[in-house]
């Protein structure tokens, strides 16, 4: 599915590049894994090949998907439960550990909309910033353009987005 020099995304860690393809002898087995570099902290991963799709890994998505991600940061339609901080919490974790980068808009957009209704949680405010980290990182390596023009773009959907921060 990958070789080196190949871009992907990493559940929860973001946009990585697979560095090697090595094959290792584990408990008795040969077993291939790509051997992935996350970009922003230069965390090195080790992930089976076969385990690839289970765990989440996947290409970066098309260009022609990014107005699909603006859609869903600008739609008005939020999921936003009134359960619990923690409730919510493991329900964001979910989404943005499937990978997707639909469930990670899905995510900053609800927490920015909670964000302008109350005051979020410690974990809440930290699931936040990550959301928008992993969310703008592969953004701007999709688009060849600064992570602050994509911040800033992105500030602006959620900023139009929420009646109440104007």
Known sequence: ???????????????????????????????????MRILDNDMKIMIPVGNAESVGLRP????????NVYDILR??????SS???NRRYREYMEKIKTGSVFELAEVLRDLSVLKGEKELSFGERKMLDTARGLLVKELSIIQDISEESV????????????PEAA
């Open 1 to 35: 599915m990958f070789k080196t020099g190949d871009l992907a995304v990493y559940p929860a860690q973001g946009v990585g590049k697979i560095e090697a393809v090595e094959s290792k002898k584990i408990g008795g087995s040969r077993q291939d894994f790509y051997i």
């Open 60 to 67: 970066l998505i098309a260009p022609g998907e990014i107005p």
């Open 75 to 80: 739609s008005r339609e939020i999921s936003v």
């Open 83 to 85: 359960a619990t901080w």
């Open 151 to 162: 911040l800033e773009e992105i500030d602006e959907i959620l900023h139009l987005a929420d």
